[in-house]
Nanobody, 127 residues
């Protein structure tokens, strides 16, 4: 089990950028693909981005593709989500998650594939 803590959320204006961080604990952090999801009020949890254990491959949800970059630093047990050109519809609680199984990569990650979750960080984009 990987314990995860997100940070970096806040209130920003449309067009601004924001970088979210997710700090993981445990020696096995580098064994798991990592992902970011988000959930807006009244909506289902939505896939945002995912990254392989080495960082060599990434995947993005259609709503953020081209505006966001996921990265990781295994030496620091941290995964990042850089979001640019933010829109009001990006407003949501953003969650960091670790794959439920080590050493695998799913081409179409779903929330059910991830077994460890952080508490979430609120991102609010004003128009």
């Amino acid at each position: 089990q990987v314990q995860l803590v997100e940070s970096g959320g806040g209130l920003v204006q449309a067009g601004d950028s924001l970088r979210l961080s997710c700090a993981g604990s445990g020696r096995t952090f580098s064994s798991y693909a990592m992902g970011w999801f988000r959930q807006a009020p009244g909506k289902e949890r939505e896939f945002v981005a995912a990254i392989t254990i080495t960082g060599g491959s990434t995947a993005y949800g259609d709503s953020v593709k081209g505006r966001s970059t996921i990265s990781r630093d295994n030496a620091k047990n941290t995964v990042y989500l850089q979001m640019n050109s933010l829109k009001p519809e990006d407003t949501a609680v953003y969650y960091c998650a670790a794959d439920s199984q080590p050493f695998r990569w799913l081409r179409n990650p779903r929330a059910v594939d991830f077994g460890s979750w952080g508490q979430g960080t609120q991102v609010t984009v004003s128009s």
